[in-house]
């Protein structure tokens, strides 16, 4: 067994992909929630797909910039710094950037013939305004948007931020400092403290609605989570106890931002719904870096398929459930059956189009982020098979 063999954590890569399959209902159930506009929305939404949207909400995103930081802490025990940006750049940038070109705008195109309910003229033409017109981020009705590649850009971006941070407790110079460091915040007491940190970086700007400055302190946060095994320790030791604490709270928290939807920002009950949300995010990371650490650090065959998949298909998904998602809604049935059928047509359209297009060529390989391999055309492997 070698070192990377040794280090490797294998429930991270299984929380990390059901993360990105968590997408597919996710996104799927924002055609039909009442709370945001979205590129293609239905006529009759949902309040059961609303509040599992809040819910998800808690922990969805936070749970991939938690796992961001600790796949980095492990990418840079073998890696040196240098490589780290360099495997970043191709692995992220360049994928963002092919993405922004070619898979958002037609989520943009949509947008515009399910909002207008008229002809949004040819494809060339929108794609000239697309690029210009910036006057609203979120992209919903149509203007320039990094859709939801914004997490790529964000990884990417607050990555290179956090390099001196994480060089930082890297440096066997500072072993000393940083191991009575790791002792008083691997308190469990002191560690949940860190919500009020998340509740600081959520009072800073957001641009497009999301903020960098709040995903920063999860990245880190989940940095410091793999860098000494006293902080898993813990997760494992309080993970029942803090998972009845989550599922006493969450409801409470629920009704309260229920009946305080219009409180303005900075308010007395805004500031207290936020440090109480902070509170159940933070312990809900909790409950699932620790559960899954005991039930899912085990290595599986479909978990290699899964790792290279994952990232393809996040940077896919959207574009296809938009599209997929504008026709259904015009489909004489009831809300559930449109969600069910977005969802898995979503699920089954983005996994072919891996199969069959992005992971059969290098430069396709290149584009999606996948790591570059000898690439097997799908005629080939056919023939093979015949042999």
């Given at each position: 067994m070698n070192n990377k063999e040794l280090i490797r954590r294998y429930d991270i890569d299984w929380l990390r992909n059901f993360g990105i399959l968590l997408l597919f209902p996710f996104h799927s159930a924002r055609v039909f929630d009442h709370w945001d506009p979205f590129y293609v929305k239905s006529e009759t939404l949902s309040w059961g797909l609303s509040w599992f949207i809040s819910v998800a909400n808690l922990w969805f995103m936070p749970l991939l910039f938690w796992l961001a930081g600790s796949a980095s802490w492990y990418a840079l025990r073998v890696k040196s710094t240098s490589f780290f940006l360099k495997e970043r750049s191709n692995r992220l940038l360049i994928p963002l950037l092919f993405g922004i070109l070619f898979i958002v705008p037609p989520q943009g195109y949509f947008a515009i013939l399910d909002h207008s309910g008229k002809s949004a003229g040819s494809y060339i033409m929108f794609i000239k305004n697309f690029f210009t017109d910036l006057s609203d981020l979120s992209g919903y009705f149509g203007t320039f948007t990094p859709a939801h590649l914004w997490f790529i850009l964000y990884l990417f971006v607050l990555s290179v931020a956090a390099l001196p941070f994480f060089t930082f407790f890297n440096n066997q110079k500072r072993k000393d400092n940083v191991n009575k460091f790791h002792k008083i915040f691997s308190h469990p007491f002191i560690f949940m403290l860190l919500f009020i940190v998340l509740t600081i970086a959520q009072a800073l700007p957001a641009p497009g609605g999301q903020n960098p400055f709040y995903y920063l302190a999860i990245l880190l946060i989940g940095y410091i989570s793999c860098s000494d095994p006293r902080?898993?320790?813990?997760?494992?030791?309080?993970?029942?106890?803090?998972?009845?604490?989550?599922?006493?709270?969450?409801?409470?928290?629920?009704?309260?931002?229920?009946?305080?939807?219009?409180?303005?920002?900075?308010?007395?009950?805004?500031?207290?719904?936020?440090?109480?949300?902070?509170?159940?995010?933070?312990?809900?990371?909790?409950?699932?870096?620790?559960?899954?650490?005991?039930?899912?650090?085990?290595?599986?065959?479909?978990?290699?398929?899964?790792n290279e998949a994952a990232f393809p298909i996040y940077i896919i998904h959207q574009s296809v459930l938009v599209v997929i998602g504008y026709y259904v809604i015009r489909l004489d049935m009831s809300v559930s059956a449109k969600f069910i059928l977005i969802m898995l047509s979503t699920l089954i359209a983005s996994l072919l189009i891996f199969e069959l297009i992005i992971k059969r060529t290098v430069l396709t390989r290149f584009l999606f982020g996948v790591k570059i391999k000898k690439a097997t055309p799908l005629l080939k492997q056919e023939q093979n098979k015949t042999v």
């Open positions: 902080y898993q320790e813990m997760f494992n030791r309080i993970r029942f106890k803090v998972l009845i604490l989550v599922l006493i709270l969450v409801p409470i928290w629920a009704i309260l931002a229920a009946q305080n939807q219009d409180a303005k920002d900075f308010s007395t009950i805004s500031i207290f719904l936020t440090l109480f949300r902070s509170l159940i995010t933070l312990l809900g990371l909790i409950v699932i870096v620790g559960f899954g650490n005991k039930f899912l650090n085990v290595r599986h065959k479909i978990l290699t398929y899964l």
